[in-house]
């Protein structure tokens, strides 16, 4: 397997192409620690982007299929998709307001999305949203039935054509800016978890498990 996703001209960053990525490495690190997907396709003309929680197993991402299923009932070869996943690293405030960015880590993903039918590999997939979602919970969750699995439509794309692109670092202002009695910087964002508050369900005597207790991003 290639440490680089060849780009084409459906990937290849046009706009700011220096940062364009396209090693492997980088781009499983951002699919890694994204929770959330947005699935694009079309219908009959009109483009659909549906947010979904998927996973990245191996060489290939699996997402739930609630939305595109529908359109792939019938169409065995798949529906083509274009699956992107951003993280916000922060507000770039710069002296303009022209100048105002994001840093941010976003993978951008084209290819044919078809239902995953086997059960084991639907399994496999739901084993990766789960753990996902937090690792440690599929082994003391529930873990899905077959009549379960069987509501459950899972789409697989595999990855092959992948672009991920980068904004980091500081501000970038116009020469003359510079000079501009004006704040300048970067506020960090990050995704931070709280502390963990019990279902008004769950017995009193079940404590909250390590792997939850101690689970930080
Ligand atoms: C949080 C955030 C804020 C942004 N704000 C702005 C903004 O204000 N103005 C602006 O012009 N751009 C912004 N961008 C970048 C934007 O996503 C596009 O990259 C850009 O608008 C168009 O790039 P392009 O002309 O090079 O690509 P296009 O010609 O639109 O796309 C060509 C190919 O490049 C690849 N590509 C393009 N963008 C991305 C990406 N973000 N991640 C991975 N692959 C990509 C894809 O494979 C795509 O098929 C932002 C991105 C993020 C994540």
């Given at each position: 397997m290639s440490e680089t996703f060849a780009s084409n001209e459906r990937t290849r960053?046009?706009?700011?192409?220096?940062?364009g990525v396209y090693d492997r490495e980088s781009i499983n690190k951002i699919l890694d620690e994204g929770f959330v997907c947005h699935v694009g396709f079309t219908v009959d003309g009109q483009p659909f982007v549906i947010p979904t929680i998927y996973a990245r197993v191996g060489d290939a991402i699996y997402f739930h299929g609630s939305a595109a299923s529908r359109v792939l009932r019938?169409?065995?070869?798949g529906i083509a998709v274009c699956v992107t996943v951003t993280l916000v690293d922060g507000l770039v405030l710069a002296r303009s307001v022209f100048n105002h960015s994001m840093n941010y880590r976003s993978v951008v993903a084209l290819g044919k999305a078809a239902l995953v039918d086997a059960p084991a590999e639907k399994f496999e997939a739901l084993r990766a949203f789960t753990e996902k979602v937090l690792p440690g919970r599929w082994n003391d969750a529930r873990q899905p039935n077959e009549k379960e699995l069987k509501a459950t439509s899972i789409l697989r794309l595999p990855l092959t054509e992948v672009s991920a692109k980068m904004r980091t670092g500081p501000v970038e202002d116009d020469?003359?800016?510079?000079?501009?009695r004006v704040w300048a910087g970067i506020v960090p964002l990050r995704l931070a978890a709280d502390a963990p508050v019990g279902d008004?369900?769950?017995?009193?005597?079940?404590?909250?498990?390590p792997y939850v207790a101690q689970w930080r991003r």
């Open positions: 960053v046009v706009r700011e192409p220096h940062r019938g169409a065995s070869a020469v003359e800016d510079y000079a501009l008004a369900r769950c017995d009193a005597r079940i404590a909250v498990p």
